[in-house]
Structures are given as C-alpha cells and as structure tokens.
C-alpha cells in the first residue's frame, strides 16, 4: 500500500520556522522527486519545492527561494521541508506528494498524494 505520511504543520508567527516532515512507503523511493504543494483557499494548489531522491538535486518555487529548504533521509524514506522567515501568504493547506522522474513538477504529474497539513501564518 502506497502512503505518504505528512506532519508538522501549525500555527507561527510571521518571521517564525516549521518544518514539515512526508514518511514514504509502498512504492520505490528512487523512482520518484517528492515534494509538497500548498493550497491557499480560493486559490490553485501551487508546487512548492521537490527533491530528486536518486541524486539530491531540488526545486522551489520563487516565492519560497531563500526561505524554504528541502532535504531527504534515504535510509528513512523521508522528505523534510525547513521554512524559515514565514509569512502570512504562505498560509495554506501543505500536501505532500510523489511525482516520477523525468516529469514536470505540477499538479497533473502526481502519481501520489499526502494528505494535507495546515500552515497558519499570523501577522
């Protein structure tokens, strides 16, 4: 059975940091560029940021360069997401998810959903 485990989302105030955690399991990590979407209400779920697991190699979406940091733990099949310096816009619904290699990192490329965790940014 496939499942992506995602934590960590909570309630922060601007300029405060979590870190969101996605436990893979079910399907063969090396296969895949894991990552998390967010979805802000009234708003498109945007890709954020992903991980290449068979060479490291990473993504982020420009509203999060500098902010976001992504890193995995093979041996755990774990994928993290450190934000850092939040901000109200970045409040939304984070999803994990599981795109194959050699496909764009967008929402019509998943093979495989998290379920959400909420992000809340107050000013």
């Known amino acids: 059975e496939v499942q992506l485990q995602a934590s960590g989302g909570g309630l922060v105030q601007a300029g405060g940091s979590l870190t969101l955690s996605c436990a893979a399991s079910?399907?063969?990590?090396?296969?895949?560029?894991i990552g998390w979407f967010r979805q802000a209400p009234g708003k498109e779920r945007e890709g954020v940021s992903c991980?290449?697991?068979?060479?490291?190699?990473?993504y982020y979406a420009d509203s999060v360069k500098g902010r976001f940091t992504i890193s995995s733990d093979n041996a755990e099949n774990t994928v993290y997401l450190q934000m850092n310096s939040l901000k109200p816009e970045d409040t939304a619904v984070y999803y994990c998810?599981?795109?194959?290699?050699?496909?764009?990192?967008?929402?019509?490329?998943?093979?495989?959903w998290g379920q959400g965790t909420q992000v809340t940014v107050s000013s």
């Open positions: 079910g399907f063969t990590f090396d296969d895949y560029a």
């Open positions: 991980i290449k697991i068979s060479d490291g190699s990473t």
């Open positions: 998810a599981a795109v194959p290699i050699g496909s764009y990192f967008r929402y019509s490329s998943v093979d495989y």
